[in-house]
T-cell receptor, first 115, second 112 residues
């Protein structure tokens, strides 16, 4: 079990640029989640996949955000035309339907700084 | 919006002392989870307590749940410097998608 991995760990970009983050879940996990966490706050849910299907999106996920999980394995989160308010830690988590109580396993996160 | 609210926001104790954190939530739940987050890192699942359970233990952790008061507490006994972290309670989303709603966290500092 190699755990959930995320790349890159840090990303600094200029306002208006596009960025893409990648998440590799635990291999047998069919559920994948994206969260955003700002300083001093708890994570906030963005979106959720079961296999390759994106089943839920939060209102936080503006039309500048898009997430994919094309083969039901890794996922990407793209932010277009970044704004300073997008600066945050982006966390990915995975779970299985069988996970007791649907415990989620988190990756280390990608810290985005928009200048 | 975040469902849970932890109390206190910050807690500083000496190594060896016990630390208690509280969480209040707003809606009915079928379980409540506690996670730990070391500075700048991802979250680690600590313990899950179901709505029909009142107390649960895991090593030095003790969690209680009072569904009538919509509150939970996390007790860490015999704290260690390595326990320094932020602690979050999390409850399932309302839509059944298993997304979690996190509180704002308690920042625990254990002084060696």
């Amino acid at each position: 079990d190699t755990g959930v991995s995320q790349n890159p760990r840090h990303k600094i970009t200029k306002r208006g640029q596009n960025v893409t983050f990648r998440c590799d879940p635990i291999s047998e996990h069919n559920r994948l989640y994206w969260y955003r966490q700002t300083l001093g706050q708890g994570p906030e849910f963005l979106t959720y996949f079961q296999n390759e299907a994106q089943l839920e999106k939060s209102r936080l996920l503006s039309d500048r955000f898009s997430a994919e999980r094309p083969k039901g394995s890794f996922s990407t989160l793209e932010i277009q035309r970044t704004e300073q308010g997008d600066s945050a830690m982006y966390l990915c988590a995975s779970s299985t339907v069988e996970s007791r109580g649907h415990t989620q396993y988190f990756g280390p996160g990608t810290r985005l700084t928009v200048l | 919006s975040q469902q849970g609210e932890e109390d206190p926001q910050a807690l500083s104790i000496q190594e060896g002392e016990n630390a208690t954190m509280n969480c209040s939530y707003k809606t009915s739940i079928n379980n409540l989870q506690w996670y730990r987050q070391n500075s700048g890192r991802g979250l680690v699942h600590l313990i899950l307590i179901r709505s029909n359970e009142r107390e649960k233990h895991s090593g030095r952790l003790r969690v209680t749940l009072d569904t009538s008061k919509k509150s939970s507490s996390l007790l860490i006994t015999a704290s260690r410097a390595a326990d320094t972290a932020s602690y979050f309670c999390a409850t399932p989303g309302q839509t059944g998608a298993n997304n979690l709603f996190f509180g704002t966290g308690t920042r625990l500092t254990v002084i060696p």
